[in-house]
């Protein structure tokens, strides 16, 4: 029983009960004031009575009608996971507000959360019931430890790299590609700034970006990652997303162009102080910021210490009062002393300033423009949701059509329920998210992945990555404008009819134009229209240069939400080297989506000279005798040469790497035969060397003849002569 119009003998005893108790928790009597109080007792006061926000209060949470925060001091500290029927929105408000709520089931009803056995009372005060959760509780109970054989990774873990772990990684990521990738220090955490506890940590950033890149205006990605520190799976998600674009890069065609015309800015980990903690087993959700009304240690959470980070940020802070994040310093939604009060939060919300542009008008109604650039994505755990803001209501954000289309084209790839938090969860306040939208106007959103916090590796392997992968490179692919371009089709499927071509030769191009490709989980479906058209353009994409070509429906009509995709595309005039086709197709809206894109190597003419010196080479037994082959490129096109020796019957060397040869550019070969000490004179040894290239249809071949002449006149000492087989470059 949980409505909040209770009957007036209930209110009264309810008043009762909290005068009393709060009496006895050494309170004082706040309830037997004001008559106006009496509407609600022992309820967190939501809204003032203006309708504006309450005035959010750091003092002294003594009375336990006012928060449920306090420790018992009958019972130990130990955990369960319960659930707790509630009956609407009235009643679910305080259970969010206050308790560490996992879960938010409509359908049932009920609301899973960890609570504390000092928390028991303030549930009774209010008139809740609720049942142990027995499999979660002993799941939350098991204890982590590292086997003998984990190497790496959070205790009982494997697959979660560490902090320190996950800055290493970056650190080595950007030293291997410094014109893709940098590692930046944005700020500090909580302890670096505050002396005399721990040393803290940095907030990094990973940039990825093609540096040298000519775009016009990239398109603009922020992804940040375990601000709740517990949410183990996040963090993770974001350092292989950015493993897969640094390795992607000149190998994978849509890897390349992303880079090349996007910026990547990726915050692994959010809240490393917190994150510390998490990594010793505690269910850490805050940073570690001790308020001087709440210093309990760790091991007392949820009473614990700490500012939630994702109720903390300066945009519309403590704006909904009791139900959206708590004014009690012990609470796990703790939102901080002021708006933008923890140095994480300052650090995240000064560097997205230097990423994106305001596009959005001062006031909360104002939408932001359709061309407005910039995805904002936050990865926490758990539910299977992608979440769109706004976060602090159940109102619509002036983007709201837009901020759905696009979660949906995130939901076909993670397969998640799609929704506003406070239709699917419960709202908050002063989320990271909502800074963004309503700073900023960019496209902004919750990923809650997986199942649990302590998410096993063997379902974040086989359930996690692979889907949010997905989800992550499309939210790339949409950045730059991603409200225009979640309305059109994926182009899928791309593919050329040869990998290599000459110059001029023509090349058929295929891909498949789906406009379906939407998925919320039951919170609505988004329209398909049909296909109406399809471009390609070479080596830019569309919205970079004027010239493109059209593709025709392979079954010869426009007319379906599918269908395949064909053109011929002359090559007449091209440069030598590797291109780039990109391919976009259009709604019968007129709605264009993201482009896919393809590589394509053309040739142009090709040469390749072969001097052999000496082609024979007079030889004493037992020593060595060197030949040299000198190539030069005499063609338009770069090659990548590799020789292999074909025949041979002394030691020769083999296995080098491949050439790089540019036109005009000659470089030598040195090829050493060891002549045995028991050759005899006139024994003649034939070597062949095959030297071609990586683009096929180039060969020459060397043979080379030593020929015995002298047997030594005293007997070789020493060690024998090393065997080479060195490109040397022709400067
Ligand atoms: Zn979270």
Same mark, same amino acid.
């Given at each position: 029983m949980?409505?909040?119009?209770?009957?007036?003998?209930?209110?009264?005893?309810?008043?009762f009960?909290?005068?009393?108790?709060?009496?006895?928790?050494?309170?004082?009597?706040?309830?037997?004031?004001?008559?106006?109080?009496?509407?609600?007792?022992?309820?967190?006061?939501?809204?003032?009575?203006?309708?504006?926000?309450?005035?959010?209060?750091?003092?002294?949470?003594?009375?336990?009608?006012?928060?449920?925060?306090?420790?018992?001091?009958?019972?130990?500290?130990?955990?369960?996971?319960?659930?707790?029927?509630?009956?609407?929105?009235?009643?679910?408000?305080?259970l969010?507000?206050?308790?560490?709520?996992?879960?938010?089931?409509?359908?049932?009803?009920?609301?899973?959360?960890?609570?504390?056995?000092?928390?028991?009372?303030?549930?009774?005060?209010?008139?809740?019931?609720?049942?142990?959760?027995?499999?979660?509780?002993?799941?939350?109970?098991?204890?982590?430890?590292?086997?003998?054989?984990?190497?790496?990774?959070?205790?009982?873990?494997?697959?979660?790299?560490?902090?320190?772990?996950?800055?290493?990684?970056?650190?080595?990521?950007?030293?291997?590609?410094?014109?893709?990738a940098?590692?930046?220090?944005?700020?500090?955490?909580?302890?670096?700034?505050?002396?005399?506890?721990?040393?803290?940590?940095?907030?990094?950033?990973?940039?990825?970006?093609?540096?040298?890149?000519?775009a016009v205006?990239?398109?603009?990605?922020?992804?940040?990652?375990a601000?709740?520190?517990?949410?183990?799976?996040?963090?993770?998600?974001?350092?292989?997303?950015?493993?897969?674009?640094?390795?992607?890069?000149?190998?994978?065609?849509?890897?390349?162009?992303?880079?090349?015309?996007?910026? *990547?800015?990726?915050?692994?980990?959010?809240?490393? !102080?917190?994150?510390? %903690? #998490? =990594? @010793?087993?505690?269910?850490? $959700? &805050?940073?570690?910021?001790?308020?001087a009304?709440?210093?309990?240690?760790?091991?007392?959470?949820?009473?614990?210490?700490?500012?939630?980070?994702?109720?903390?940020?300066?945009?519309?802070?403590?704006?909904?009062?009791?139900?959206?994040s708590?004014?009690?310093?012990?609470?796990?939604?703790?939102?901080?002393?002021?708006?933008?009060?923890?140095?994480?939060?300052?650090?995240?919300?000064?560097?997205?300033?230097?990423?994106?542009?305001?596009?959005?008008?001062?006031?909360i109604?104002?939408?932001?423009?359709?061309?407005?650039?910039?995805?904002?994505?936050?990865?926490?755990?758990?539910?299977?949701?992608? *979440?769109?803001?706004?976060?602090?209501?159940?109102? !619509?954000?002036?983007? %709201? #059509? =837009? @901020?759905?289309?696009?979660? $949906? &084209?995130?939901?076909?790839?993670?397969?998640?329920?799609?929704?506003?938090?406070?239709?699917?969860?419960?709202?908050?306040?002063?989320?990271?998210?909502?800074?963004?939208?309503g700073?900023?106007?960019?496209?902004?959103?919750?990923?809650?992945?997986?199942?649990?916090?302590?998410?096993?590796?063997?379902?974040?392997?086989?359930?996690?990555?692979?889907?949010?992968?997905?989800?992550?490179?499309?939210?790339?692919?949409?950045?730059?404008?991603?409200?225009?371009?979640?309305?059109?089709?994926?182009?899928?499927?791309?593919?050329?009819?040869?990998?290599?071509?000459?110059?001029?030769?023509?090349?058929?191009?295929?891909?498949?134009?789906?406009d379906?490709?939407?998925?919320?989980?039951?919170?609505?479906?988004?329209?398909?229209?049909?296909?109406?058209?399809?471009?390609?353009?070479?080596?830019?994409?569309?919205w970079?240069?004027?010239a493109?070509?059209?593709?025709?429906?392979?079954?010869g009509?426009?007319?379906?939400?599918?269908?395949?995709l064909?053109?011929?595309?002359?090559?007449?005039?091209?440069?030598?080297?590797?291109?780039?086709?990109?391919?976009?197709?259009?709604?019968?809206?007129?709605?264009?989506?993201?482009?896919?894109?393809?590589?394509?190597?053309?040739?142009?003419?090709?040469?390749?000279q072969?001097e052999?010196?000496?082609?024979?080479?007079?030889?004493?037994?037992?020593?060595?005798?060197?030949?040299?082959?000198?190539?030069?490129?005499?063609?338009?096109?770069?090659?990548?040469?590799?020789?292999?020796?074909?025949?041979?019957?002394?030691?020769?060397?083999?296995?080098?790497?491949?050439?790089?040869?540019?036109?005009?550019?000659?470089?030598t070969?040195?090829?050493?035969?060891?002549?045995?000490?028991?050759?005899?004179?006139?024994?003649?040894n034939?070597?062949?060397?095959?030297?071609?290239?990586?683009?096929?249809?180039?060969?020459?071949?060397?043979?080379?003849?030593?020929?015995?002449?002298?047997?030594p006149?005293?007997?070789?000492?020493?060690?024998?002569?090393?065997?080479?087989?060195?490109?040397?470059?022709?400067?």
């Open positions: 949980a409505d909040i119009r209770w009957p007036v003998s209930r209110r009264v005893l309810v008043l009960l909290c005068v009393v108790v709060g009496t006895l928790w050494g309170g004082l009597s706040l309830y037997a004031a004001p008559a106006a109080q009496e509407a609600i007792p022992c309820r967190p006061d939501l809204t003032s009575p203006t309708g504006l926000p309450a005035s959010p209060s750091t003092t002294a949470f003594t009375d336990p009608c006012q928060s449920p925060n306090r420790p018992s001091a009958q019972a130990p500290n130990t955990p369960t996971v319960i659930r707790i029927p509630f009956a609407d929105e009235d009643a679910l408000l305080p969010t507000g206050n308790l560490d709520v996992w879960e938010v089931n409509r359908g049932s009803g009920e609301v899973v959360a960890l609570i504390y056995p000092g928390q028991e009372r303030w549930l009774e005060l209010l008139g809740y019931s609720w049942t142990l959760d027995e499999e979660k509780t002993s799941a939350f109970s098991r204890p982590t430890a590292r086997d003998a054989a984990q190497t790496g990774g959070i205790p009982g873990y494997a697959c979660y790299r560490t902090v320190g772990e996950t800055y290493a990684d970056m650190v080595q990521l950007a030293a291997d590609k410094p014109a893709l940098q590692w930046i220090d944005i700020g500090d955490s909580y302890d670096k700034v505050t002396p005399g506890g721990p040393a803290g940590s940095d907030i990094h950033a990973l940039v990825l970006t093609n540096q040298n890149s000519s205006e990239k398109g603009k990605f922020v992804l940040i990652a601000i709740h520190a517990r949410e183990y799976a996040t963090a993770e998600i974001a350092a292989r997303f950015a493993e897969k674009l640094a390795a992607g890069y000149g190998v994978d065609p849509d890897i390349t162009w992303l880079l090349d015309y996007n910026e *990547i800015h990726i915050i692994p980990q959010a809240n490393p !102080d917190g994150r510390g %903690m #998490a =990594e @010793l087993g505690y269910s850490w $959700r &805050k940073n570690t910021d001790r308020p009304a709440c210093n309990s240690a760790p091991n007392n959470a949820p009473y614990s210490y700490g500012v939630d980070l994702n109720r903390n940020s300066s945009f519309l802070w403590g704006t909904c009062g009791g139900g959206c708590s004014a009690d310093p012990c609470s796990v939604l703790y939102r901080g002393a002021s708006a933008g009060s923890e140095p994480e939060v300052q650090a995240i919300e000064s560097y997205m300033r230097t990423v994106f542009a305001d596009q959005r008008g001062p006031n109604g104002d939408a932001a423009p359709v061309d407005t650039n910039g995805v904002f994505i936050s990865l926490h755990s758990y539910g299977n949701l992608v *979440i769109y803001s706004w976060d602090f209501t159940g109102s !619509d954000a002036p983007n %709201m #059509a =837009e @901020l759905r289309r696009l979660g $949906r &084209k995130f939901g076909y790839h993670n397969r998640y329920s799609v929704c506003n938090t406070s239709n699917c969860l419960y709202a908050v306040d002063g989320s990271t998210t909502d800074f963004a939208y700073e900023f106007g960019v496209a902004t959103y919750t990923f809650e992945v997986g199942t649990t916090f302590f998410q096993s590796c063997s379902y974040f392997e086989n359930s996690i990555v692979q889907q949010n992968l997905d989800a992550l490179l499309y939210a790339a692919k949409a950045a730059r404008r991603p409200y225009q371009v979640a309305a059109g089709p994926d182009t899928l499927s791309l593919a050329l009819s040869a990998a290599h071509i000459d110059i001029g030769q023509p090349i058929t191009l295929t891909a498949t134009a789906d379906t490709r939407y998925y919320a989980n039951g919170y609505g479906v988004e329209p398909s229209q049909a296909i109406a058209g399809a471009r390609y353009s070479i080596d830019k994409p569309s970079e240069i004027t493109t070509h059209s593709l025709s429906a392979t079954d009509a426009f007319n379906a939400t599918s269908e395949g064909r053109a011929l595309v002359d090559t007449t005039g091209w440069t030598p080297g590797r291109h780039t086709l990109f391919v976009e197709s259009q709604d019968s809206a007129g709605n264009w989506g993201v482009p896919s894109a393809g590589f394509i190597a053309v040739y142009g003419q090709r040469g390749l072969l052999q010196s000496p082609a024979s080479a007079d030889a004493t037994s037992g020593q060595t005798v060197t030949h040299t082959l000198t190539l030069t490129n005499t063609g338009q096109q770069m090659e990548q040469l590799v020789a292999v020796i074909r025949s041979e019957t002394w030691a020769v060397e083999a296995g080098q790497p491949a050439l790089t040869l540019q036109p005009n550019i000659s470089a070969l040195q090829i050493t035969v060891s002549v045995p000490l028991s050759a005899s004179i006139g024994m003649t034939v070597t062949v060397v095959d030297i071609t290239s990586t683009y096929p249809g180039l060969l020459r071949t060397a043979t080379l003849q030593t020929v015995v002449t002298k047997e006149t005293s007997e070789p000492g020493g060690t024998p002569p090393n065997i080479y087989f060195p490109w040397i470059y022709n400067e």
